[in-house]
Structures are given as C-alpha cells and as structure tokens.
C-alpha cells in the first residue's frame, strides 16, 4: 500500500513540473510584484507591447451595418447577425475575458488586434450573407450594378425570398436612387420588405414595383412607409391587383405623404367604393403633380368621388382616367371641376363610356378654364356631334389654352371640319387626332389613306410594248445592235430615247436597276436571262403594290360606311340582289357607285381583283 502511495506523489509532481508558470523545483511560481520580476519574454511582431492591456470589444465589427437601432429590417436578417454576436461571444470566453490574467491587463498569446473595417455604402458584404442565410442564390446582375446610381432589375424572379435579400443590403446602400423591381413575384411578403428597407434607406427617391402580385394585404406596409418616407417622389405601384381595401391604405398615404410627386396606380381593380375613398384623398394632397388611375373601374360614385378632388386639388397637372366607366355623370363632374382647377394642363378620358351627352356636359368645363392643354376623349361613343360640342366649347373661351384634342377612332363630319377652320384662326397652333386624319398645326386636314404610288416605270414599258402589238424580246431584239443576245445600259438609253417611251432619267435609273441583277452593265434578254427575271421580280412588286391599293381603299370604303352609321355587311347585302351571299363583279361596280364613294376605276378593279379571293368572279361575304 505505501509502494503505490510513493508511486502516485512521484506522477503529481512530475504533472506540476510539466505546468506552465511553475518553477525548475516543481513549485508553482507566484505573480511579480510591481517594479520587479524578472525580464519579459521575446514579442512576436504581431504581438503587443508588454504594457498593452487585451482589450475586448463588446461587439461585432457588422453591427456598424445593421441599420438603424430598433429597425424592423433589422430583424429580417436576425440570423446572420446572431451568428456574428455567437462567434464574438465564443471569442471572449476562450481570451478568458474578466478572469485573473485577462483583466489584470497581462500579456497573452490570444489577444484580438484592433482591426478598423471599412463601412460597406454597398451592401455587397450584407447581401452575401443575407443569401447564405435565407437559402437564395446572389444574383449576379445585383451583384455588378450595386454602385449604379439606377438599379433596373425587371424580370428576375425574386420571388419573396429573393427581394427580403436584397432589402437587407440596400438598408446601408448610398449610391442606389432609382430602384426598378418591376414584374418579379415579389407578392405581399416581399411588398412588405421593400417597404420595410425604405422606412430605413433616406437615398431612394424613384421606386417601381409594378406588376408583383402585392395584392391587398401587401399594400398596407408599402402604403404605411409611404405616409412617413420624406425620400420619395416617384412611385410606380401598376398591376399590382389592388383593390377597395388597399384603395384605404393608399388613400391614407396620399392624403398625408407630402414629398411624393408623380404616383401611378393604373391596371389594378379600384372599383366604386376606392373612388369614393382616394377622391377626399386627391382633394387634400398638397404635393403630387402625375396621377394615374387609368385600367381601373372607377364608376358612379367613385368616378363623382374622383372628380370632385380634381376640383379641390391645386397641385395635380397630368391626370389619366383612361379605360374606367365614368360615363356621362363622370363626365358631367369633371366638366365642373374644369370650372374650379387652374392647374390641371393634361386630362386623358379616353374609353370612358362618355356619349355624346356626356361630352357636351364635360364641354362645359372648357367655356370657363384657361389651364387645360391636353384633352383626350378617344376611344368614347360620342360620335362627331360629340366632337363637335367639345370643339364649340373651346371656341367660346377666348382665354382657351388646349393646344391638343385628341379623338382617335371617332369619325367626324364636315360640320366638324368647318367649326374647327374657325377655331384655328382663335388657336392657330391646336392639333386635332380624329379616325379619318390629322388637323395639323397651321394646315389643312391630311387623310390617313397613303398616297398613290407613283408610276412604275417597267409598267410604262410594258403599256407600251402592249400599245404596239409587242413583245418585250423583240424591243430588246431592235436596241440590241450586235445581236449578241443582251443590251449595254448605254444601247437600252439609246433604244428608249428613240422609241418615246417617256421615262425620267430618274425612271430610267430604276429601271435599268431592276432589269441589270448582277450590275455587269448589261441586260441579258437570250433564254432565261435577266429580262426575264426582271419581269418576274416586276410583277411580284406589282401584286405587293396592288395588294396595298386595296387595303387602302377597303379602308376607306369601311370609314365611309361607317360614317354613315352601317356596315360592310350590310353594303354587301343590298348588292346582293339574289340572295346568294355572293355578289358578281358588275353588282359589286354599281354598289359602290351607290354607296356614293369616288373611286377610280385602277382602284376599282385592284379592290375587286383583292376580294375575290379564288378568282371565280364573284366575291363572297358571307
């Protein structure tokens, strides 16, 4: 028993021994004391100085870039800052921080340097992390155009995922102002980050975020930043399915966002209820300029709601209404508001279900305002007399500033043409759009039908090789001099001079360049040569122009019958007189003839030649 106590004293010594700080007896040594001790070991050069205290900081180097204290983004990322906290945390426990050696200052061999690390003004560094931790591949295009002062990402697939990684790296970014994330599925959960980073970023003042899928519900975040964001002025929220519950939420930012200049909320589904909630709104914006409500169901009490806003706004300059369901009430509203607003310069009611009725009630309006510029009113039943009533309505107004009138797709009369020469000589400069032409500035009327081609100049040879009971072989057989089966371009200028043919030498030109293919400087006439190609190239362009004649005419013709309230249809039906749903040439002439339509009979014969699609004789409308 004593053999194994000896054995066991003799191991703990050796173990004491074997212990750093003990002495050569196996003695554990004890601290020196102040002025003495003996001389400090060798320093590495990375090592501090002896008189250097460990020094351990409380955080981690990322938290100068995790944003504003209390910030919800903040929170989104949690997991790649917990992280961090974790690693500084196990660093300080291992330095043994506030145990004996550490805190008293002495010099160990597991101190921190004091690194300083440059702030990220990018985000590269966060959104890396972001991506690691929220399981979502970096997308590499974010990547290359971080410090772009536009950021234009369309199209990418974000996803909710994608955008939560990307709002956290742009909570830091400085350099980014216009950020474009239109059509990328972001849907509420990623409207909401978006928002959530821009309560954060002061450097973003243009944002799109249009056709995402946000929907109701992630319009309230987005619509709860903008009532507080001060960096915003351009908002593009489109196609985003919204509809009276998120008219609530943005009324709301409207009404109390005092920084927003141009808003767009078109191809979303406001309908009655969100016009009678984002009217007062308008009415008490103090700031915005550019407002878009166009492709929404804006009707009855919403489309008064809306008007009555326009009334009391004193800020908006370009309103957009297009393709709601105003109708005459609609109208007869913003006729009123005309009476009140002098700011508003372009209005746009285009397909508004406004009647002839209801333009002369909008009409109105424009007899007493001196601020309007624009007017649309395309695309509405009105009519000409509608038209018409618009047109008069400027010309009672002396101080009248419209300088464009746009009714595009309404056919009008003479009666609106002559009303319009006397409104030109009030507003020399005012543009017209209509169905049937453009009244230009300072001119005439110019008819959409395209101009008559000029004459082909291979017709007129070949109406004068018909006119002498030719073919073209023999006229190229009396300009060909050698017989050597083709012809010189200077034999083939010759040879035209003499016969008569006019022809300019501009037509000359053409002509010799279509008939010359392989530009050798003569024309080969001798089996299947150029002659030949060349009238075959010329009567494929002669079916491509004939074809646009009759569509040009055909056009025509169907502007004509509709002006007179009918249809094609209905022209074919009183042609036909046998009842056969087919109508023969000489009916379809005197038809036509009928309808009261001038045309030429080359235009005649190029229509009728377009409409019989099998070449039978008849031309089918059934």
């Not at 955080?59 to 983004?73: M, Q």
């Not at 009138?405 to 409104?423: A, Y």
């Amino acid at each position: 028993m004593a053999d194994v106590e000896k054995e066991n004293l003799k191991n703990l010594e050796e173990k004491q021994k074997s212990r750093p700080g003990t002495g050569s007896q196996g003695k554990v040594s004890k601290p020196p004391s102040a002025g003495s001790g003996p001389a400090s070991r060798p320093h590495s050069r990375t090592s501090p100085a002896p008189s250097r205290k460990s020094v351990s900081r409380n955080g981690s180097a990322r938290s100068s870039a995790k944003g504003r204290p209390g910030s919800k983004i903040s929170n989104m990322s949690g997991d790649v800052s917990d992280q961090s906290d974790n690693e500084d945390t196990q660093s300080k426990t291992t330095m043994g921080e506030g145990d004996g050696e550490g805190s008293d200052g002495y010099d160990t061999d597991l101190e921190i340097e004091d690194k300083r690390i440059e702030y990220d003004s990018t985000g590269r560094t966060t959104y890396k992390e972001a991506c690691k931790q929220i399981g979502v591949v970096p997308v590499s295009y974010f990547l290359r155009h971080m410090q772009d002062s536009e950021l234009v990402m369309m199209h990418h697939g974000l996803g909710p995922l994608g955008a939560k990684a990307i709002a956290t790296s742009l909570v830091t970014n400085t350099t980014i102002l216009k950020l474009n994330l239109r059509d990328n599925w972001l849907e509420a959960q990623g409207g909401k980050y978006i928002a959530e980073m821009l309560v954060e970023n002061c450097y973003i003042h243009d944002l799109d975020l249009s056709y995402n899928k946000i929907g109701n519900e992630g319009s309230e975040p987005i619509a709860e930043m903008l009532q507080d964001n001060s960096t915003l002025e351009r908002v593009v929220l489109s196609g985003n399915g919204f509809g009276d519950k998120a008219a609530e939420a943005m009324a709301e930012a409207i009404m109390s966002n005092q920084k927003m200049e141009e808003m767009d909320l078109s191809h979303n589904e406001f309908g009655e209820v969100s016009g009678e909630l984002l009217g007062p709104a308008i009415a008490e914006n103090s700031q915005m300029k550019v407002l878009d409500l166009s492709w929404n169901h804006l009707r009855r009490k919403g489309a008064l709601a809306v008007a009555e806003g326009i009334r009391d706004n004193i800020t908006i300059t370009h309103l957009d209404l297009s393709w709601n369901g105003f109708g005459d009430d609609g109208a007869q509203a913003i006729g009123e508001a005309l009476k009140s607003n002098k700011t508003l310069e372009v209005l746009d009611m285009s397909n508004n279900r406004i009647s002839t009725e209801g333009a002369v009630l909008l009409a109105k309006g424009l007899i007493e305002n001196d601020a309007l510029r624009v007017l649309k009113m395309g695309k509405n039943p009105m009519q000409s007399a509608g038209c018409y009533g618009v047109l008069k309505g400027i010309s009672q107004n002396p101080n009248s500033a419209v300088q464009e009138l746009d009714f595009s797709d309404i056919l009008v009369n003479d009666d609106f043409d002559e009303l319009l020469k006397q409104v030109k000589e009030m507003l020399p400069a005012l543009l017209t759009k209509t169905a049937e032409r453009v009244h230009g500035r300072g001119g005439a009327a110019k008819d959409f039908k395209k101009a008559k081609p000029r004459a082909d100049p291979m017709t007129k040879l070949k109406q004068y090789v018909e006119k002498n009971n030719l073919r073209l072989v023999d006229l190229f057989n009396q300009f060909d001099k050698d017989k050597s089966m083709s012809v010189t371009r200077e034999e083939f200028a010759q040879g035209v001079e003499a016969t008569g043919i006019d022809l300019t030498p501009d037509e000359l030109k053409r002509l010799l360049d279509t008939l010359d293919k392989d530009g050798d400087g003569e024309i080969e006439y001798g089996g299947v040569g150029e002659l030949v190609f060349g009238a075959q190239a010329h009567q494929e362009q002669e079916r491509k122009m004939a074809k646009t004649i009759a569509q040009d005419v055909l056009t025509a013709l169907r502007m004509h019958i509709e002006k007179r309230g009918l249809r094609m249809w209905d022209v074919f039906r009183a042609m036909d007189e046998d009842g056969s749903m087919t109508v023969s040439r000489e009916e379809f002439r005197v038809g036509i003839r009928n309808t009261g339509i001038e045309l030429e009979d080359e235009e005649l014969d190029v229509l009728i030649d377009y409409l019989d699609k099998d070449g039978d004789g008849d031309i089918d409308y059934e």
